[in-house]
């Protein structure tokens, strides 16, 4: 479709990156299942090398599948471009593995995916990187935490699982009058919710496994840029560590992103509705919603979101043996970590995604031992309502 960037996001979401006119009329783009393309001649090898002419090569290094999905989600993001990757993961190292070297330093959320913070300390300290990881809703500690060689700051908003809040501008900012870069991980919100583009971030990411595929049945990661040379100095990174995404995998997730605002719209709405009824039930100790207006960073969500999301972290009372009771005798929502599905699912972080981090630092960053995560899926909410009611009453 001509002129995508200027239509509405539910059209982006339906159109972008299709382009029937070069797959032989084919209106879902094909899946280009090949490891190789064929050159004409050895000359044009040689230029498709050197980047004289652009044109396929080998999938690590780019596929048309591949490209289809990256030009919808460099769309919806409001990049320039974007860099599929195998996993959420394999985008979270290659930003570490390009903008931190031995002897710069890194600022991160103290709350954010367990392995992101645990690949750090545990791999990345092994070639010398030094790092802090703070409460960046908290931009004094952010601040504070600068040093000289600090190259890279690293943001989830909402953090996982806190659903505590960062401000995406304000640490944009700090980074930039620093020479360092702010990546923002922008997975919980997904491109629907919020863009982190518009408050200068430099780089965003997402685990592709959780709302842009959206089904439950695909692992994948992407990096999107709005700035060539920074996407240039990456792709040298990702083609070389090889954390590439398949073509297959690839087209399973163009896919599911055709409903990703539908299924976002319809699971925030659910959402809601289940956060206030926690707030008020007996059994609950304390709900964290970004739509709550008990939501410490109530306002900025306001500001920097287009909604608030589906994920839903709450206490019950009763602490550990509590929150075990709800998890064991849910019947609807499935016991399962990862998020962002069509379906309801609920986990408990500190011994499940969180659990390699150590026990002090999920203190410091408010992962309790009675904390339970929901990510609010598609279904009838009055059915998720029954589920958590029948289960909260069994404590
Ligand atoms: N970033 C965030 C915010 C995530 O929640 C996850 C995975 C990742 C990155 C890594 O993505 P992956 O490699 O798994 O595609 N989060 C998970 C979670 O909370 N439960 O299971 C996986």
């Known amino acids: 479709m001509k002129n995508i960037r200027s239509k509405k996001l539910d059209t982006q979401v339906a ?11 084919a209106v879902a783009p094909p899946i280009y299942q090949t490891s190789t393309f064929k050159f004409s001649s050895a000359e044009q090898g040689a230029k498709r090398f050197s980047g004289e002419e652009p044109g396929f090569i080998y999938t690590r290094l780019g596929n048309p599948t591949t490209a289809a999905l990256q030009e919808a989600v460099a769309i919806l993001e409001k990049g320039t471009d974007a860099l599929a990757t195998a996993s959420g993961m394999a985008a979270v190292s290659t930003i570490y593995m390009t903008f931190l070297d031995a002897g710069s330093h890194m600022i991160a959320s103290e709350a954010i995916y367990g392995p992101s913070r645990v690949v750090v300390e545990k791999e990345f300290s092994r070639f010398g990187v ?18 000289p060689n600090t190259k890279l700051i690293f943001i989830e908003t909402p953090a996982n699982p806190t659903i505590k809040l960062t401000d995406i501008k304000v640490c944009a900012d700090i980074a930039h009058s620093n020479g360092a870069v702010l990546a923002v991980d922008n997975t919980f919100m997904s491109p629907i919710l ?4 518009d408050f200068d971030a430099d780089i965003v990411l997402h685990s592709m496994t959780k709302y842009i595929n959206g089904h439950t049945d695909v692992v994948g990661g992407i990096l999107v840029f709005n700035d060539k040379n920074l ?6 990174v990702l083609f070389n560590l090889g954390g590439t995404i398949d073509p297959h995998q ?4 163009l896919r599911g992103l055709r409903t990703l605002s539908l299924r976002v719209y319809k699971a925030q709405a659910n959402a809601q509705i289940i956060a206030e009824f926690l707030e008020t039930h007996p059994k609950v100790e304390w709900v964290r919603y970004p739509g709550l207006k008990s939501h410490p960073h109530y306002e900025l969500a306001k ?6 999301g589906s994920m839903i972290s709450f206490e019950v009372k009763g602490g550990v043996e509590g929150g075990r009771t709800v998890m064991n005798n849910v019947e609807l929502a499935t016991l399962a970590v990862s998020l962002g599905g069509y ?6 972080p500190a011994s499940m995604t969180h659990s390699a981090m150590n026990k002090q630092d999920k203190i410091d960053a408010g992962i309790t031992d009675g904390l339970v995560r929901i990510s609010i899926g598609c279904e009838d909410v009055r059915d998720i309502q029954d589920d958590l009611e029948n289960s909260l009453s069994k404590i």
């Open 250 to 253: 690839a087209w399973l997730v």
């Open 15 to 25: 159109h972008a990156g299709t382009n029937p006119d070069k797959t032989y009329g």
């Open 130 to 147: 030094e790092f802090d990881f703070v409460d960046t809703s908290d931009i004094e500690e952010v601040k504070n935490a600068i040093r």
């Open 343 to 348: 379906e309801t699912l609920i986990q408990h």
């Open 303 to 308: 500001k920097q979101m287009h909604g608030f």
């Open 194 to 197: 919020q863009n982190p583009f």
């Open 231 to 236: 996407m240039i100095r990456t792709r040298k």
